[in-house]
């Protein structure tokens, strides 16, 4: 029966044992007495044998209550001696620093409670966050300069592990508060020729555009390109031109002088932690991708 025992009861019963009162027990364990005395209760029928004889001002052992006071001991000992070597594995295997890229995105909200709740957890543990464009977050992972990284999609990641993560990317524009643009609820495609746009230089956002539009790239009146949109936004705000924006980046620009007009139809995509195949990772970042994969794997 003794296996069958909640490590909780033990500490109960030693407990009574050295207080020798169910009321100053209680006190130390911070519970009621009558919780107590029915704990102890059912532990007497489950051992089948009374632990404790009773009078007014003490609480004397039973000869199985010596015996079980012996036993739990040793059990409590090695409870707590194991407990304390995991805890001291813990601390020596989860330190270190964790190397993340991240572009501008929705789910750079998500990457912030994930390592948020990682680092309450392992406070030895800390990071070096790379913020860029797609291109340059991949080629510093390609170079082993980054451990894992959040990147958007449309990207070309078959030499990486790739975890999809669940919140979508809006796919619109960005424009002047002042601009008539910034009263519409969306944009269709027939708004966007003439319109000053510029769009980013990758290849898969080119063509997505392209499918969405419907038409030739080349019907549009694009005045340049562009790599992260910050440097852009005096343009948009003074009402020069428009950028192709996923919303989450124009949230992060945190102005009212620039609104997001999203597309419609709908044009949404998502972002994806990646991380380089074959890759030997450290504990700390293993336990990290661990963790995503558990949340939304």
């Not at 620093?97 to 991240?102: D, K, T």
């Not at 790239?217 to 005096?234: A, C, K």
């Not at 620039?258 to 998502?270: A, Q, R």
Request: charged share 25%.
């Amino acid at each position: 029966m003794i296996e069958k025992m909640e490590i909780r009861l033990l500490r109960y019963f030693l407990t009574i044992a050295e207080e020798g009162t169910i009321s100053r027990a209680a006190a130390v364990l911070h519970i009621t007495q009558p919780t107590l005395s029915r704990q102890l209760k059912n532990l007497e029928i489950q051992l089948g044998s009374p632990l404790f004889t009773r009078d007014a001002r003490q609480m004397e052992l039973t000869e199985a209550g010596l015996f079980l006071k012996s036993r739990a001991t040793e059990i409590l000992m090695l409870s707590d001696a194991t407990e304390k070597e995991f805890i001291d594995r813990k601390q020596q295997l989860f330190s270190g620093n964790i190397a993340i890229g991240c572009v501008e995105a929705d789910n750079s909200d998500t990457l912030a409670l994930m390592l948020e709740e990682f680092i309450a957890d392992y406070p030895q543990v800390t990071f070096s966050m790379f913020d860029g464009t797609s291109e340059d977050i991949r080629d510093r992972l390609d170079k082993g300069l980054l451990d894992v990284a959040i990147l958007l999609e449309p990207i070309e990641t078959s030499c990486y592990v790739k975890l999809v993560l669940p919140r979508v990317e809006r796919w619109g524009l960005a424009v002047a508060a002042t601009s008539p643009l910034a009263q519409r609820d969306w944009i269709a495609p027939q708004d966007l020729p003439n319109l000053p746009l510029v769009v980013g230089g990758r290849t898969e956002v080119r063509d997505l555009l392209t499918t969405w539009y419907g038409h030739a790239i080349d019907e549009l009146s694009i005045v340049g390109t562009m790599n992260l949109g910050f440097n852009t936004m005096p343009l948009v705000i003074d009402g020069k031109i428009v950028t192709l924006s996923i919303e989450g980046a124009i949230t992060a620009y945190h102005s009212s002088d620039v609104k997001f007009v999203p597309f419609k139809p709908e044009l949404n995509t998502n972002c994806v932690l990646t991380w380089k195949q074959g890759r030997q990772m450290s504990p700390v970042v293993t336990e990290f991708i661990r963790r995503f994969r558990e949340s939304f794997g």
